[in-house]
């Protein structure tokens, strides 16, 4: 059975503080990690997809990066805007098109 | 802009009503999912369905019923509400074998 734990439950940062959310996984042979984006009272919205250990991805202040255990999202100089809860989820081989979530990051930055 | 449309973001339903959730999609795609989500517990799966017409179980369908009679429609159905029921449900819908599902904007359900 695929699982995912992410850590912290909640983060709060000043504004510029950078910092890392991390998420830990264990799945029957990785096809793909992904993180998503959560705003309160709305869906989640896909980040990135990375799909091998050593594998980075960018956009903004946040970079994805994927070890063999783990896959950890940095924020760099957050600003408040950031603030959501940041889900991550992974497709094992023997999942179809199925991900198993963590339960998530809720990230707050104030100003 | 492609999306997931949810036809409520509120509904309010009184147990033991039959209650109706609609998403439509305009993305051509194959799989589309049922999800509810509630604090402490997450994502979960209900049902989910690859084709037109076809439906699996998720991790938690009990209570709950799927239909797909056209690519870009799948309903959810709650067929006998109840209070633990209450909760966001939340679509979506993705490429064969893609993760990176797009989401809807979810229907905030309360059974009472």
């Known amino acids: 059975e695929d699982q995912v734990t992410q850590s912290p439950e909640a983060l709060r940062l000043q504004e510029g503080e950078s910092s890392s959310l991390n998420c830990s996984y264990t799945?029957?042979?990785?096809?793909?990690l992904f993180w998503y984006r959560q705003d309160p009272g709305k869906g989640p919205e896909f980040l990135f997809t990375?799909?091998?250990a050593g594998e980075e991805k960018e956009k903004e202040r946040l970079k994805a990066t994927l070890t063999k255990k783990e896959s950890f999202l940095h924020i760099t100089a957050p600003k408040p805007e950031d603030s959501a809860t940041y889900l991550c989820?992974?497709?094992?081989?023997?999942?179809?098109?199925?991900?198993?979530f963590g339960e998530g990051t809720q990230l707050t930055v104030n100003p | 802009d492609v999306k997931v449309t949810q036809s409520s973001r509120y509904l309010v339903k009184r147990t033991g009503e039959k209650v109706f959730l609609e998403c439509v999609q305009d993305m051509d795609h194959e799989n589309m999912f049922w999800y509810r989500q509630d604090p402490g517990l997450g994502l979960r799966l209900i049902y989910f369905s690859y084709d037109v017409k076809m439906k699996e179980k998720g991790d938690i369908p009990e209570g709950y019923s799927v239909s797909r009679e056209k690519k870009e429609r799948f309903s959810l159905i709650l067929e006998s509400a109840s209070t633990n029921q209450t909760s966001m449900y939340l679509c979506?819908?993705?490429?064969?074998?893609?993760?990176?599902?797009?989401f809807g904007s979810g229907t905030r359900l309360t059974v009472v």
């Open positions: 989820a992974v497709q094992g081989e023997t999942s179809g098109s199925r991900l198993t």
């Open positions: 799945v029957s042979g990785l096809r793909g």
């Open positions: 990375l799909y091998s």
């Open positions: 979506a819908s993705s490429l064969p074998n893609q993760g990176g599902y797009t």
